[in-house]
């Protein structure tokens, strides 16, 4: 997959793929821009010159290697600093427009996903990840759960940006807990087609087609991931 860009308002959003199937994005806005996670170094170099970007921060979700392995060499050669995952949720202005942390345990026990209300965009890490929900890696069930209900508290039209492309994966697994979903399986159809439109829908679309936002309690949750975790 190529990257993917997103205009919104006088914002681009740039969806990279990198490794394997982990995505890190560029939040742009005037020849400046917003990393978040680093799971990879060189494409950010290439993407920062073709793109004329100047880097300004970089926001972590969650310290898994895939997330941030190439972090110490973008801010030793951009001269950026990163903004961990373990700071406190807060609120902070950034390229003219505001950035929320949302604590958001679960994944790891320690999680960020960073939320820019005005442009109605939301990256999730491994919390949310298109379709699904990251794996119990450090936090605990009931954790992940809380964290995704408050995600489902944010507005519907917000734009989700998970932190993998496994969308063909979970929309299977969707189906075998669903399999007369219309939904799931349109889903799974756009992927074929039109991977990024598939993969970066809004949250009302991700309710409709997320079988871990559709359960009510933790239990039928932990027992929703236990059967993902063997799928
Ligand atoms: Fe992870």
Redesign the pocket.
Known sequence: MNWTRFRILDFEVLAVPVLHDNFIYLVCHNGEAVLIDAGEAKPVFTTLEKENLQLLDILIT?S?H??VGGCRAIVDRQGVQSTSPGVASAEFPVLGTVCRSISTPG??AVHKIYCFPELGILFT??TLINGAC?RL?GGTAEQLFDSLQRIKTLPDETRVFG?HDYLADNMEFALSIAPDNAEMQARLDLYRKDPAAAIFATLAEEKKTNPFLRVDTVREFAELRRRKDRF
């Open positions: 969650h898994h895939d997330h994944h790891m890490g491994d990251g890696l932190g």
